[in-house]
């Protein structure tokens, strides 16, 4: 139920007028850094937030209180899942390699194929989004399993996607996904590289021009950001062309790189280096590039990312299940490496991410005091706004966009509240999120959208994702069955061989 005092306000729509939002919290930004105002006040018009402090002097049009909330900087997520989550499927069931995630030979052989239609494709993106919104993620570079598809990503799924975002109200920085080359398994366990340079260089054409056309659209919602697929699926001539290109298009790059074991070997296999080594010695690390995840990052390419300006993009709740994490958060933040935060995965959980990062850090360094909540928060914000080359997002300040997340402090489980932060940091999970504005529209509330209804789309999505569960076999090893593919928790009691007692 809405709230009455929220009735003032109408889902997909920027407020006539000031409107000034206070709670028993705000997040301003003043004199370098985050502040908390007790009882603080922001005022946003025209989609740029006014004033953000104690208390406003002037006139406004409305006054909206949260009550027991934080009004925050809308979150950043720098690697944020835009499709329905195929890792669901590996996380009981491994090796990966022996369950869809590597092509084998024959599926090479056959043809790969798009197993989503261009309508799928569209319609998970804008699911994908919604759910950001849910979990107060204001500005998000979409990414999703190249797995799936017949090659790279598509002009036209980006194009839906961009209407996607501004019909929702989301800030995002989005490209088709390219690559020159993919990794094919030819024996169990034996993963070996191909490339396809005519196919990556065509990819990048199309990302390029799909920039030009759609920066700056839907009130500068939409916003560009190329997106090669991973170092050792990259020829070097496709990244100096993409660094290039970025240079020339005044956009960012994000390039996972330093993120596995057999990325290490194979890197070494093709060019005698780790990827940023690779990378630094042809001139191509600079303050553009967004790398994640660094889980596998020597302390030579740490020290590379921080004399040359390279992003981390830190998804820890992924890497953590993954049995891997960053070596650490606050030692790469004492190199001066700028660190954003990334879900990587659905649902995309912004707070139990930076949960995870505090617990990993401090497993990492072996202290309790390796790092704060705070160091996470910013991260989530002011890092996400560097790495993406902006001042005026992640923070609340005058002059900034009006991108904002109100999350709920009178939650049961948020409570005992004490300082806001800790508490939504320790609560770990983005289900207290009661508003968010994107460039001052309310994009969100209670679980709403404007547009669109999660519910429904539920269903759609989950008979998207078993239509695409049925074509595993088609690409797994030796295709077997998905029944041998993806084996349940627990044995099934279907009730066939039930014996009388
Ligand atoms: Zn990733």
């Known amino acids: 139920m809405t709230p009455d005092f929220l009735h003032a306000l109408t889902l997909g729509k920027r407020p006539e007028g000031r409107t000034l939002l ?5 997040l301003a930004w003043r004199d ?11 005022v946003m018009e025209n989609g740029e937030v006014v004033f953000a402090g104690k208390t406003f002097p002037g006139e406004v049009a409305r006054r909206i209180d949260f009550g027991t909330a934080l009004i925050s900087p809308g979150l950043i997520d720098l690697d944020a899942l835009s499709d329905l989550d195929t890792y669901t499927l590996v996380l009981d069931n491994q090796p990966g390699w022996a369950r869809g995630r590597i092509w084998p030979r024959s599926y090479v052989e056959r043809g790969p194929y798009e197993m989503y239609s261009p309508d799928e494709l569209a319609f998970q993106k804008r699911f994908a989004f919604g759910l950001l919104l849910l979990n107060g993620i204001t500005t998000a570079a979409p990414i999703a399993s190249l797995y799936y598809r017949q090659w790279g990503e598509t002009v036209a799924e980006f194009e839906a996607a961009a209407d996607a975002a501004g019909e929702l109200g989301l800030r995002v920085f989005l490209s088709p996904a390219f690559r020159s080359g993919g990794t094919v398994l030819e024996a169990p366990g ?36 190329l997106a090669p697929d991973r170092v050792e699926t990259c020829t070097l001539e496709l990244l100096e062309r993409t660094m290039a290109a970025a240079s020339d298009l005044d956009c960012r790059v994000r390039l996972h790189m330093a993120q596995g074991a057999m990325e290490l070997e194979t890197m070494q296999r093709l060019h005698g280096a780790t990827g940023p080594q690779w990378m630094a010695s042809h001139g191509l690390l600079s303050e553009r590039l967004i790398a994640p995840h660094a889980t596998h990052a020597a302390t030579r390419d740490l020290d590379l990312y921080a004399a040359h300006g390279v992003s981390i993009a830190h998804s820890p709740l992924v890497s953590a299940r993954m049995g891997s994490m960053l070596h650490s958060f606050s030692a790469c933040r004492k190199l001066g490496i700028n660190i954003g935060m990334a879900t990587d995965t659905a649902p995309p959980d912004m707070l139990m991410n930076l949960l995870m990062g505090l617990v990993t850090c401090r497993i990492s360094e072996k202290k309790p005091d390796a790092v704060l909540s705070a160091d996470l928060f910013d991260a989530a914000t002011l890092g996400g706004a560097k790495a993406l080359g902006r001042t005026d997002i992640g923070r609340l300040c005058p002059g900034a966009r009006a991108d904002i997340a109100v999350f709920r402090l009178d939650d049961p489980h948020m409570t005992p509240s004490v300082d806001p932060i800790t508490t939504l940091v320790l609560g770990g999970s983005g289900k207290v999120t009661q508003a968010v504005f994107v460039d001052g529209r309310l994009s969100m509330l209670e679980g709403k959208l404007a547009g669109f209804d999660m519910h429904e789309a539920r269903k759609q999505a989950q008979s998207q994702f078993d239509g695409l569960l049925a074509k595993y076999p088609d690409r797994s090893w030796e295709h077997p069955p998905v029944e041998a593919l993806f084996s349940p928790s627990y044995p099934l009691w279907t009730g066939k061989d039930d014996k009388e007692c």
Do not use: C, K, Y
């Open 32 to 42: 370098g850094s985050h502040h908390l105002v007790p009882r603080g006040e922001i």
């Open 190 to 225: 034996r993963m070996v590289p191909v490339f396809d340079e005519e196919r990556g260089l065509l990819g990048l054409r199309d990302a390029v021009s799909f920039i030009e056309r759609q920066h700056g659209r839907h009130g500068g919602l939409v916003n560009g950001l």
């Open 22 to 26: 206070t709670a028993d919290w705000v």
